[in-house]
């Protein structure tokens, strides 16, 4: 949860830094360094696979004389603009967290401000759209609702409601103490 309050503009690294001050209070700094290094790890994860994807959309079959001209033009251009502006050797992370917070009242979508963002910081606006999202599934919705056709059946469909009940609870009991064992 705490690397998805990060990517919180509202929030950010501040947050982490008061909530772990509150709940770790005498392995404070310990518990800090390691949460760090687990956030800049998965950043250079993302980081490392986003150059992987570059890379392989990099290429392409069929490529005039005009676009080879123009490719090596603009690989000139990448190379004068990757050493001109990453002097200063900070990662998107690290400029992101300089950056100033966001007022904690001001109502935004989170997800639409990294929508946003994302020609600033390609690579944080992609790990927010994959901590932040939430995948829909209806599987523990159906299956909930289909255990009923498992205990009511043609022999059975005229019990009494507290005895399906029974029946249904003591059915996950016995499943939950084979999971045990």
Same mark, same amino acid.
């Given at each position: 949860?705490?690397?998805?309050?990060?990517?919180?503009?509202?929030?950010?690294? @501040? %947050?982490? $830094?008061?909530? *772990?001050? +509150?709940? !770790?209070?005498?392995? /404070?700094?310990?518990?800090?360094?390691?949460?760090?290094?687990?956030?800049?790890?998965?950043?250079?994860?993302?980081?490392?696979?986003?150059?992987?994807?570059?890379?392989?959309?990099?290429?392409?079959?069929?490529?005039?004389?005009? @676009? %080879?001209? $123009?490719?090596? *033009?603009? +690989?000139? !251009?990448?190379?004068? /603009?990757?050493?001109?502006?990453?002097?200063?050797?900070?990662?998107?992370?690290?400029?992101?967290?300089?950056?100033?917070?966001?007022?904690?009242?001001?109502?935004?979508?989170?997800?639409?401000?990294?929508?946003?963002?994302?020609?600033?910081?390609?690579?944080?606006?992609?790990?927010?759209?994959?901590?932040?999202?939430?995948?829909?599934?209806?599987?523990?919705?159906?299956?909930?609702?289909?255990?009923?056709?498992?205990?009511?059946?043609?022999?059975?469909?005229?019990?009494?409601?507290?005895?399906?009940?029974?029946?249904?609870?003591?059915?996950?009991?016995?499943?939950?103490?084979?999971?045990?064992?």
């Amino acid at each position: 949860m705490g690397i998805a309050v990060i990517f919180d503009p509202r929030y950010k690294y @501040q %947050v982490i $830094d008061w909530a *772990f001050k +509150k709940i !770790f209070e005498v392995d /404070y700094d310990i518990k800090l360094e390691l949460f760090k290094d687990k956030l800049f790890r998965l950043f250079n994860e993302y980081s490392s696979s986003t150059s992987d994807i570059q890379n392989a959309h990099g290429s392409y079959s069929r490529m005039s004389d005009e @676009q %080879v001209v $123009d490719d090596g *033009f603009m +690989k000139d !251009f990448d190379s004068f /603009y990757s050493e001109e502006f990453t002097c200063c050797g900070k990662s998107e992370l690290e400029k992101y967290l300089e950056e100033p917070r966001l007022a904690h009242t001001s109502d935004i979508n989170v997800l639409e401000y990294w929508k946003t963002c994302q020609m600033t910081y390609p690579i944080l606006a992609r790990m927010a759209r994959d901590i932040l999202a939430i995948p829909i599934s209806t599987v523990a919705s159906e299956s909930t609702f289909s255990i009923g056709g498992r205990v009511l059946y043609a022999y059975r469909s005229s019990l009494n409601p507290s005895t399906v009940e029974s029946l249904t609870c003591l059915t996950d009991w016995l499943f939950e103490q084979d999971n045990i064992i």
